[in-house]
């Protein structure tokens, strides 16, 4: 009886060995990485930046996605994007330098907010897989998905392991719920119509309780798996879209509501240690959360400040300013410039582990910082009186009552009215004043 107890003992732990385990493991230990987003190929290349980046010697290189913008849903676009960037003579000489590694997002995996319903999906996959120069046998090219995992552990000491999850937001993603003219085309009149829908689904609790998903059932079990048992001690997870920012008018995992709900639900069951989420797509930076639990740190926006005059630098430091009065984290600062995210990690003890995650500028100057420091004998999945990522709901799609949608629909209708009357004045008085120069003309003649 003990023989066969022992050996169900020796295959559960094996089991619970190879749940943790990740796609790639890499015997070396993690100290620094670096990520970025939205890159436009067509535009000034920001040399500046690439420079910088070469300075901090990372180990890695993280694209969040946007590489490049394909122009339209069509394989030629992509083909002749990729063709394009091959030249890149300052995007070669990294490639010789340090590893890099990423996954893509709407534009360069087809056109804007592009999900699971483009055409060329399979190819659009294998080109970037391609280019990146992922090795053939790689895992990757035979998913549903481009998502992948990187175990970093130290040779010298197994105890410090740091796990990359890179999800994958667009192979498997459903449409939107709400009326969305962006999933089939990029004209302007229909984006125009699309934010309209996405405002008032929003204002009035619309989809709330859309089933849409966004990773695909068989990503979400491979997800589960890598998160389970985990001996990691950190554990960073990529989303090309940001996952807890409420600002309506980006793409954001609160759009998805049940998606977002079940991000949450799985995180507090498998209690990852020392979580962290990066994300692109928005074209600022941002850190949203708490230094005591989670944090998530955007960063978004290689080249596009090339194009910005005066006016736009101006514009966009006013928007900074007030999105920062707008975010209920912490953190709070908004910066909208062209930057980069450098992740630092250091390990003091066995017990501790360190991340200082930072924004920098072109320049490679640090604008803005989170130092998350993950204690093993800490449960950072405590609620705290501070907002916490994983436990409070600001999802951009929240079911509201009936009663306050009554009332949200009185000051919609009153707000029209009065937008509709300030139009009525304006009117009225350019035909009095056209009236009475045309009773001036009939009195001198």
């Known amino acids: ?55 901090k010697k990372p180990q890695l290189m993280l694209w969040i996605g946007d590489y490049f913008y394909s122009g339209c849903r069509e394989l030629t676009c992509l083909k002749e994007a990729y063709e394009y960037i091959k030249k890149d003579e300052y995007y070669i000489n990294i490639k010789k330098k340090f590893t890099i590694d990423g996954i893509y997002d709407d534009h360069d995996y087809s056109c804007n907010n592009g999900d699971r319903l483009f055409k060329y999906k399979k190819e659009s996959k294998k080109m970037y897989l391609d280019y990146l120069g992922i090795d053939k046998n790689d895992i990757r090219y035979k998913r549903s998905g481009a998502y992948f995992s990187k175990l970093y552990i130290d040779p010298n000491d197994e105890n410090n392991q740091v796990k990359i999850i890179v999800l994958d ?13 962006e999933s089939r085309t990029d004209q302007f009149i229909y984006k125009i ?3 309209a829908s996405r405002i008032h689904a929003s204002l009035f609790g619309l989809y709330c309780n859309s089933p849409n998903d966004i990773l695909g059932e068989e990503q979400w079990k491979w997800f589960e798996n890598e998160l389970t048992n985990s001996k990691a001690r950190a554990h960073i997870v990529i989303s090309s879209i940001q996952v807890f920012a409420n600002y309506i008018m980006n793409e954001t995992w609160g759009l998805m509501p049940a ?25 600022y930076s ?21 194009d910005y ?20 984290f912490k953190f709070d600062k908004i910066y909208g410039f062209s930057n980069y995210g450098e992740i630092n990690i250091s390990y003091p003890n066995k017990n501790k582990i360190n991340l200082k995650i930072s924004i920098n500028n072109s320049n490679g100057e640090e604008v803005m910082s989170a130092n998350q420091t993950f204690d093993n004998k800490k449960d950072i999945y405590v609620k705290t009186k501070d907002i916490h990522l994983i436990h409070d709901d600001f999802a951009c799609l929240s079911c509201k009552s009936k009663i306050k949608v009554f009332m949200i629909l009185i ?4 707000c029209i009215l009065w937008i509709v009357q300030i139009f009525i004045i304006i009117f009225k008085k350019i035909f009095n004043k056209k009236g009475t120069k045309d009773i001036y003309d009939i009195k001198e003649d």
């Open 259 to 283: 998606s977002l709900k079940r991000l949450k639900a799985l995180v507090k069951k498998t209690k990852p240690k020392g979580l962290v989420f990066l994300s692109g797509d928005v074209h």
């Open 309 to 328: 005059s005066p006016i736009i630098q101006y514009f966009v430091y006013y928007v900074s300013y007030i999105l920062n009065k707008a975010t209920p």
């Open 193 to 195: 119509f699309s934010l």
């Open 1 to 55: 009886m003990n023989r066969y107890m022992n050996i169900i003992l020796f295959f559960c732990v094996c089991a619970q060995y190879v749940i943790c385990q990740a796609d790639q493991i890499i015997n070396e230990r993690l100290d620094r990485l670096v990520f970025l987003s939205c890159n436009n190929h067509r535009k000034k290349p920001n040399t500046n930046l690439i420079k910088s980046i070469e300075k």
């Open 286 to 306: 941002c850190i949203l959360g708490n230094e005591e639990d989670i944090v998530e740190v955007t960063s978004s926006n290689v080249n596009q400040e090339n």
């Open 411 to 414: 000051a919609y209708i009153l």
């Open 169 to 181: 937001t667009r192979y498997n993603k459903d449409p939107y719920p709400y009326y969305s003219f």
